[in-house]
């Protein structure tokens, strides 16, 4: 497994809200502490994943492969919500790490499969090993059910 520095969230004043400034109404607005969750969150993660060289949206490629082999390129933009040409650079970077491989797909030979290589399923292991020590530190301030809670709600707004 890849050596694995600990990264301690940013605590900036702001990620409990500044003492110094009274931000109301901005507290009150769920888009508002979702962005301020969020950049808190992103922060340990994309410093947590640079130990195994990875960027949050080709991590999540490589889960989503992964779990779905062969699947399109298109299916795979499609279900993380990204912009096809943003995926297909991501894979390009995946192939030439030698982390995921194309294939003509079977059904449709303008289509390519995706699929993990021996070295893509490792490094997930790792990264998912990594993807863990992070939620476990950035949900230090949640108890088991509240974070359970805070997904459910999260999907909920996902529909």
Do not use: W
């Not at 605590?11 to 109404?25: C, F, R």
């Not at 998912?128 to 509240?146: F, G, I, K, N, S």
């Amino acid at each position: 497994m890849a050596d694995h520095t600990a990264v301690e969230p940013k605590q900036t004043g702001n990620d409990t809200l500044s003492p110094q400034l009274d931000l109301s109404p901005l507290p009150s607005f769920v888009g508002y502490m979702l962005r301020r969750a969020q950049l808190v969150v992103f922060e340990d993660f994309i410093g947590s994943m640079a130990a195994v060289g990875l960027r949050p949206a080709s991590f999540s490629a490589l889960c989503v492969i992964k779990a779905n082999p062969g699947s399109t390129q298109t299916a795979v933009s499609e279900a993380l919500g990204l912009q096809r040409t943003n995926l297909v650079a991501i894979i390009d970077a995946l192939e030439e790490r030698g982390l995921a491989r194309r294939e003509p797909a079977p059904n449709d030979r303008r289509s390519h499969a995706l699929f993990l290589t021996e070295a893509g399923e490792k490094l997930l292991a790792d990264a998912m090993e990594v993807q863990a020590e992070h939620e476990a530190r950035v949900l230090t301030r949640l108890r088991p059910r509240e974070r359970e809670q805070l997904l459910g709600l999260l999907r909920r707004m996902l529909g």
